[in-house]
């Protein structure tokens, strides 16, 4: 009995020192995160009501409509590429990435052909990301839906929603 003690005890110590802060976490992948640009119109990156943080949509720097112009992957890294800049958009808001409790809701919109269905597969490039970066604490309800076009017609925008630490 004192041997299971013992290793449950050592198992439970390894697993707390070992976890990665977000930023540490992102130094692992190699990932830099951007400098904010304030909007070039009449709204703001974030609002944050009580706990909860609200981004405004973000977008990608690809452009195209998937199921004409773009393939799944090229979707999905331009995905991936937006959830960096919502990551970068995060840091600017909290000052910290630890102080996200959890990701609440996403909504991924995909600039697509009517007969593109793999909005989701899309979208996977954010939601991956974000467990890479945030763990358990990545892992969010999410919408992943097609529009007809999109602001400059870029491939993927992303709405976020999140908990922050008291």
């Known amino acids: 009995m004192k041997s299971t003690?013992?290793?449950?005890?050592?198992?439970?110590s390894i697993q707390i020192t070992t976890s990665q802060t977000p930023e540490e976490k992102l130094d692992e992948l190699g990932i830099e995160l951007?400098?904010?640009?304030?909007?070039s119109?009449?709204?703001?990156?974030?609002?944050q009501v009580g706990n909860l943080l609200f981004l405004a949509g973000d977008?990608?720097?690809?452009?195209g409509k998937l199921g004409r112009d773009l393939s799944v992957e090229e979707g999905y890294q331009a995905a991936r590429q937006t959830g960096v800049d919502i990551i970068s958009t995060l840091k600017a808001a909290t000052g910290d990435l630890s102080r996200i409790k959890q990701f609440v809701k996403v909504r991924g919109m995909v600039n697509s052909t009517p007969e593109f269905y793999d909005q989701p597969k899309v979208i996977n490039g954010f939601s991956d990301l974000m467990v890479e970066v945030f763990g358990e604490k990545g892992k969010h309800?999410?919408?992943?839906?097609g529009h007809c076009s999109l602001p400059s017609n870029i491939a993927v925008e992303i709405e976020v929603v999140v908990e922050l630490e008291n």
């Open 141 to 145: 309800a999410r919408a992943a839906v």
């Open 41 to 47: 119109a009449n709204f703001v990156k974030w609002r």
């Open 5 to 12: 003690c013992f290793f449950l005890f050592l198992f439970f």
């Open 59 to 63: 977008g990608s720097e690809l452009k």
């Open 34 to 39: 951007l400098e904010v640009q304030s909007p």
